[in-house]
């Protein structure tokens, strides 16, 4: 199976910050990859799909690159509503693997 | 637009078994694809099971595979998880969830979840 990891798993930061937050596939996705924010007590929602693609509705201070092991989630100008927690997800294989999470905190 | 909503979790004794269903609306339920995927209390997500639009295929997470089955009836919108032989491990909120669109695998629009706690 395809393991994910992703890097750091606490970040601290301010209101206006610019923030990148890393996953990385035990084995290569090509760009089969989801990003999702998730905050306390809700939903997960989808923020970008296919590594780069973002999703309908979501702010353009989100944005994502990379392929193959490595990916890149980018936040420009933080706002209060993203403090969160982030998770990647591959979607390469029958075995939609989640990364651990990174919780952004102020 | 999508709406889905868990039932069934609750209190259950280990080696229980117990019946989630996720009841679909707002959108055509037979062309899409869909997923199982829970959370314990303080921790990250795991992806448990995948269906088919028409039900032809299914996959499963390593950690739930032989005990728990994920089907759909689609004349009634609605997605099950029978969860057998339960462990306390197992405690955690369930969420079901469609993929993107007909033909996405990944998961796009999510319910709210229902708590399913294993304990004697």
């Known amino acids: 199976d395809i393991q994910m990891t992703q890097s750091p798993s606490t970040l601290s930061a301010s209101v206006g910050d610019r923030v990148n937050i890393s996953c990385r596939a035990s084995?290569?996705?090509?760009?089969?990859l989801a990003w999702y924010q998730q905050r306390p007590g809700k939903a997960p929602n989808l923020l970008i799909y296919?590594?780069?693609y973002l999703e309908s509705g979501v702010p353009s201070r989100f944005s994502a690159s990379g392929s193959g092991t490595e990916f890149t989630l980018t936040i420009n100008s933080l706002q209060p509503d993203d403090f969160a927690t982030y998770y990647c997800?591959?979607?390469?294989?029958?075995?939609?693997?989640f990364g651990p999470g990174t919780k952004l905190e102020i | 637009q999508v709406q889905l909503a868990e039932s069934g979790g609750g209190v259950v004794q280990p080696g229980a078994s117990l019946r989630l269903s996720c009841a679909a609306s707002?959108?055509?339920?037979?062309?899409?694809?869909m997923h199982w995927v829970r959370q314990a209390p303080g921790k990250g997500l795991e992806w448990l099971a995948v269906?088919?639009?028409?039900?032809?295929?299914?996959n499963y997470a390593d950690s739930v595979k032989g005990r728990f089955t994920i089907s759909r009836d689609n004349s009634k919108n609605t997605l099950y998880l029978q969860m057998n032989s339960l462990r306390a491990e197992d405690t955690a909120v369930y969420f079901c969830?469609?993929?993107?669109?007909?033909?996405?695998?990944?998961?796009?629009?999510w319910g709210q979840g229902t708590l399913v706690t294993v304990s004697s």
């Open positions: 296919k590594a780069s």
């Open positions: 084995q290569t996705i090509s760009s089969w």
């Open positions: 997800q591959q979607y390469s294989t029958n075995s939609y693997t």
């Open positions: 969830a469609s993929v993107y669109q007909p033909g996405a695998t990944f998961l796009g629009s």
């Open positions: 269906i088919w639009y028409d039900g032809s295929n299914k």
């Open positions: 707002g959108f055509d339920f037979s062309r899409y694809g």
